[in-house]
């Protein structure tokens, strides 16, 4: 037996809690919503601010190990209990800013696109002359599924995207001509043992998720050694234990970082069914200091597609599709663009 704790109830910490059960693991949740659906599956629940240090310090007392769910968290609250965390302190600052984690993984020997960094109008004019057009500008802080985010086709669109983005610290990228795009999914142990899950192919519609795909076909699985390889040195120099997700670009002239997760992620969501061990439990296993189990694959095609928004309402289609596998996150309000549910299908 044992406890972890998971900083953040959304559908990755109900999943962790729902891996840790068969492992003989509670489950314990922090997150500040009065409800979120990790809770629900969980062991116990403390709903309080993620800067909460004293909520922090009797959470972190009342579980064995704590992980994260999600990287847009303040890191010196989290350092205070650096001694339970895994993945640590710095797994969270590097991959919760672009800038800084584009320079780490430089670093590590990884290659990202090109990118400058950019505060004002001037440095932008700078990224113009020095990256080209178009361009991307993302936010470098608290972006996900596409959010934070504007193209730049022309100078003149400039100023429109630098207020868009509401003049906020930014990095500008390089448009990459990509054939495709897929993830190295690894888990690195507490004895910095790593596996590999396979690397799907994955589709993007308006800057989200829409579906992994396996096998990823010649033009991703000849980038895959490369790939791992960094993915791996990045992992080792953060120290990172833990699931780690690194997304790729698959160009011509190689495997180009797009940006890294220090947790599971949700185009590894296929090991749940097409894994002998999935990333959550796998997860759950670095971090509790387990060995690794083996990330093989148990079936020849997988399709994992994510339910977005109203998409959720199929789901009694989808319950009665022989071999699909639902999973409904129970999260409430089906906003759109909201990830809702995935289906995975084994063939
Ligand atoms: P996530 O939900 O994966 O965290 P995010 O908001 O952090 O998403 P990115 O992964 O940076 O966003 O970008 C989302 C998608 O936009 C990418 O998967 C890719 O399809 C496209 N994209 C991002 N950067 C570039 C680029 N430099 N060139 C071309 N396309 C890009
Ligand atoms: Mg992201
Ligand atoms: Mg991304």
């Known amino acids: ?197 396979d690397s799907p192919r994955n589709v993007h519609e308006d800057g989200i998720l829409r579906r992994s795909l396996l096998p990823a076909g010649p033009a991703i699985d000849s980038h895959v050694p490369e790939a791992r390889r960094q993915a791996a040195a990045i992992a080792e120099r953060l120290g990172h234990i833990g699931v780690l997700t690194v997304e790729f670009f698959a160009c011509a002239d190689g495997p180009l970082v797009n940006e890294i997760a220090p947790r599971v992620h949700n185009s590894g969501h296929w090991t749940i069914e097409g894994a002998r061990t999935s990333q959550f439990e796998q997860h759950v296993r670095a971090i509790c200091g387990w060995p690794l189990g083996s990330p093989d694959r148990t079936a020849d095609t997988i399709e994992l597609e994510n339910l977005i928004g109203d998409e959720i309402e199929r789901w009694p289609m989808l319950a009665a599709e022989a071999g699909a596998h639902l999973h409904v996150y129970d999260k409430g309000d089906a906003r759109p663009g909201r990830k809702m549910g995935h289906v995975t299908r084994l063939r």
């Open 1 to 197: 037996g044992g406890t972890i704790g998971i900083i953040g109830g959304g559908q990755l910490g109900r999943m962790l809690a729902l891996a840790a059960a068969p492992l003989g693991l509670k489950a314990h949740i922090f997150d500040p919503h009065e409800r979120p659906c990790a809770a629900d599956v969980a062991a116990a629940f403390t709903r309080a601010a993620f800067d909460d240090v004293a909520a922090l310090e009797r959470f972190a007392a009342a579980c064995d190990v704590v992980t994260y769910e999600f990287e847009n968290l303040p890191v010196a609250p989290l350092a205070t209990i650096a001694h339970k965390l895994r993945p640590g302190p710095e797994s969270l600052r590097i991959a919760q800013d672009r800038a800084a984690e584009k320079a780490f993984v430089e670093d590590a020997g990884g290659h990202p696109a090109a990118w400058r960094q950019v505060d004002n109008p001037d440095d932008l004019a700078a990224a113009i002359d020095a990256l080209g057009l178009p361009l991307v500008l993302k936010t470098r802080r608290d972006g996900y599924d596409g959010k934070g985010q504007a193209w730049v086709r022309d100078p003149a669109d400039g100023p429109e995207a630098l207020a868009a983005l509401g003049h906020r610290p930014l990095v500008a990228e390089q448009a990459i001509a990509f054939d495709a795009e897929f993830s190295v999914v690894l888990a690195r142990g507490a004895d910095g043992d790593v596996a590999f899950f």
